[in-house]
């Protein structure tokens, strides 16, 4: 446990150099770390509302129920096609006899419900076929009760044997958490049926098909310096043929094949049996995304290697070629020329200019001497054709132990260009840990600090909460990333989503459920970083030593070149009130006045659903005086201060 300072403190000085500029602070500081588990993906910012829209999952009609008025045998068969079409094999096929609306029909139950919202518009599609023309479809979305809440009718005019797609759209007329969405059939005829899809009309830059407004402006709010993806685990998959596979989620969405989402079935005491990864939300999304919201992207790759906590499958090191061919090819997706292969992906897709991708991950949370074989392969094919290209490589899965100093002596010997560390720790931890980088060596390989958070239970425990302790924790330490940009050049807070109803891991930094979102406590430490990065590191001490944990206090200090101010980030980790003078030494001239930017809270505040901003921050101006500034530090608080230089 920490001991927290009980007694009042003497009054301190902390003094920051303002004209000793130490590292540049990498754009890229502070970023965001997206996986699809805890439902991140689909049932969560990909704003599809039906499950298991093409009913590729295991079990074909999972998600939907069949009803019909009358007995009536295979009046709806689910159809398997796959010699003709291997990623998307299963359709259904609807035989209606005389029937009238109500008859025959089926229920898609959404993810844990549809979130529906009052007088936004609804887009419902199908691709169809017709074998014997003659049937209606109407669409209904309905509450609990089956009370309607908007709705539309769709009439297929395409007969034959091709397939076609139809639209409609409706507006709802209430607003409800959990609805439902029924299609009853009318009429006399066969009608085939697949991707039947519903999404509202209000998605994130109001794309068709898109993300969950919401969410992605959580995200755009942080103004995140990267985006890594699609995680995680999930891209080294239970075995290799579950592994991600970056071709298999761009072009059209029906062909991109579905698989299992290894958080189906991880973790048995969080079974989420429905949980498949309809790659909706693919590569071009990915880049899309990061486009949007001004970050740069990071994909990760599978390395030959699936999770070494499942099948720990490797690729023999003479069959990797695939496996490399698709790290070159994704290069090319996001940077080629249009008249390349990949480049024309792209832009078929809607986006001739290059993503400008700069760096790609290979591995995930892989080691061992099989992980620096194959990494060998790849960083030789990947330098040879793109020498500017930054490779991202694991070492493993914590930040201490026999497995990672292997890994980080060997890749450093490979003169890596970015090692990702990844620490889930208690929150002693991350106090403890803040001078980790302060003795590391400074020309060699650059960290990526690619997945932390703490937990106040055990890493996987389902009782970890996002509070206030957890949160402060990081806060401390990340007054140490910072104090060594030279060291650090990309940091990210892990998981990113998780759906109240639908989650394996806790703590996660953004909570969803159906309609509403919240930042953690996490989330405004990691977005008042991310908005006060600055662009150079300067000095800040306490009796000439670094501030990390005397009196419990942590500090580090920026000048953001680009608006001339000086930021000073102090961490109060202790319960009393802490008054200390910050000297500003080597500033000409100050501004007589700065914000000071709060957050702080009881240890085992956390936010939530009802109260989302409870502990949130809270900006205020603070008086500066020559070259001196009194900070009042709240117990238990983390301060941000933003003065002008003149
Ligand atoms: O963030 C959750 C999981 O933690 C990631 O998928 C994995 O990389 C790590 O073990």
Partial sequence: ????????????????????????????????????????????????????????????????TVHQKQFNEGAVLVVNRKEENTANPRFIRVTATNAAKGDLGLTNEGFRGMGIKKDVRYDFSVMYRHPKAGIKL???????????????????????????????SFTANATEPKAKMNIWFEGNGVIDLDMISLFPGDTWKNRPGGMRADMVQLLAD??????????????EGYDLSQRYRWKNTVGPLEDRQLIINRWNFEFTHRPTPDYFQT????????????????????????????????????????????????????????????????????????????????????????????????????????????????????????????????????????HADIIDEHYYRRPEWFFQ?????????????????????????????????????TALSEAAFMTGLERNADVVSMASYAPLFAHAEGWQWTPDLIWVDNLRSYGTTDYYVQKLYSLNK???????????????????????????????????????????????????????????????????????????????????????TIGVKGNNISLTAAPYSFNVIRVKMM
Avoid at 222 to 235: E, H, L, T
Wanted: hydrophobic letters at 35%.
């Fill in 138 to 168: 109407h669409v209904e979305l309905v509450d609990s009760t089956g009370k309607n809440l908007g709705g539309t009718t769709v009439t297929p005019t395409e007969t034959g044997g091709d397939w076609h797609k139809t639209k409609a």
């Fill in 534 to 620: 600055g662009t150079t590191e300067i000095p800040i001490t306490m009796n000439n030593d670094v501030v990390a944990g005397q009196d419990s206090l942590y500090a580090s200090a920026c000048i953001d070149k680009k608006t001339n101010e000086v930021i000073i980030k102090v961490v109060n980790a202790s319960p009393k009130e802490q008054v200390n003078t910050m000297t500003l030494d080597g500033a000409k001239k100050l501004a007589l006045q700065g914000t000071l930017t709060v957050l702080k809270g009881n240890l085992d505040d956390m936010n939530s659903f009802d109260d989302p901003q409870h502990v949130s921050p809270k900006e205020s």
């Fill in 222 to 235: 942080m103004k995140p310096g990267f985006i890594r993806f699609p995680g995680g685990c999930i891209v």
């Fill in 1 to 64: 446990m920490i001991l927290f300072l009980t007694s009042l403190n003497a009054q301190q000085t902390l003094t920051v150099k303002v004209n000793e500029p130490k590292a540049e602070i990498q754009p890229t500081m502070w970023g965001v770390f997206f996986e699809d588990i805890n439902l991140g993906a689909d049932g969560g910012i990909y704003a599809e509302l039906v499950k298991n829209r093409s009913f590729e999952f295991f079990k074909p009609l999972m998600g939907w």
């Fill in 279 to 414: 790659f909706g939300l693919g590569f071009f999304e990915y880049f899309q995304l990061a486009e949007d919201i001004g970050a740069e992207p990071l994909p990760i790759l599978n390395c030959g290697m699936a999770c070494q906590f499942n099948s720990a499958e490797v690729v023999p090191v003479g069959e990797l070629d695939p496996y490399v061919k698709d790290a070159l090819d994704l290069i090319e997706f996001a940077n080629g020329d249009v008249n390349t292969k990949w480049g024309k992906v792209r832009a078929d897709m809607g986006h001739p200019s290059p993503f400008n991708l700069k760096m790609i991950g290979v591995g995930n949370e892989n080691w061992g001497p099989q992980y620096i074989e194959r990494l060998k392969v790849f960083a030789k094919a990947v330098k040879a054709k793109y020498p500017n290209i930054k490779l991202v490589n694991s070492s493993g899965t914590d930040p201490n132990g026999d497995r990672f100093d292997y890994l980080n002596s060997e890749l450093r010997k490979m």
């Fill in 433 to 469: 840990n803040a001078r980790r980088y302060d003795n590391y060596e400074r020309k060699s390989s650059k960290v990526f600090a690619g997945e932390y958070a703490a937990q106040s239970d055990k890493t996987v425990s389902v009782n970890n909460k996002n509070n206030w302790l």
